[in-house]
């Protein structure tokens, strides 16, 4: 199973704050839009999203499609292939991706509580 391109998405209370606090840690800003409350912080091949107001837990994502400088990958199992996948091992969903093709997203909890975000942008 192929999940793509592993980031960590942290709720946060204050972007502003969170941003200067990781770039202190030597993260750079490589995508978002502080304006919407959302930006992709990099450290090399470390990933995190700063995400105000939109999630209420931490959760671990994935993106299909995309290798971890966010570039597409030419071969990658689709986000509606992978949701079938762990259905048939009876994962529960919090969401569900729609049918057809390109971008998608689903949203499984692990045991702890933990969400596990598959965001398929390609």
Not at 89 to 104: R, S
Not at 106 to 116: R, S, T
């Amino acid at each position: 199973m192929q999940l793509g391109a592993f980031s960590l998405s942290l709720a946060v209370k204050d972007i502003a704050a969170s941003a200067a606090f990781y770039e202190k840690l030597g993260f750079t800003r490589s995508g978002g839009e502080i304006d919407q409350n959302w930006l992709i912080l990099r450290n090399g091949q470390t990933v995190i999203g700063l995400f105000q107001g939109m999630f209420e837990k931490n959760s671990l994502t994935f993106n299909p499609g995309w290798n971890q400088d966010a570039q597409r990958l030419d071969s990658f199992t689709d986000v509606r292939d992978l949701q079938r996948q762990l259905k048939d091992q009876g994962i529960p969903f919090v969401a569900e991706a729609g049918d057809g093709t390109g971008p998608g997203s689903f949203i499984v909890v692990d045991p702890d509580g933990n969400p596990v975000i598959m965001d398929q942008h390609v």
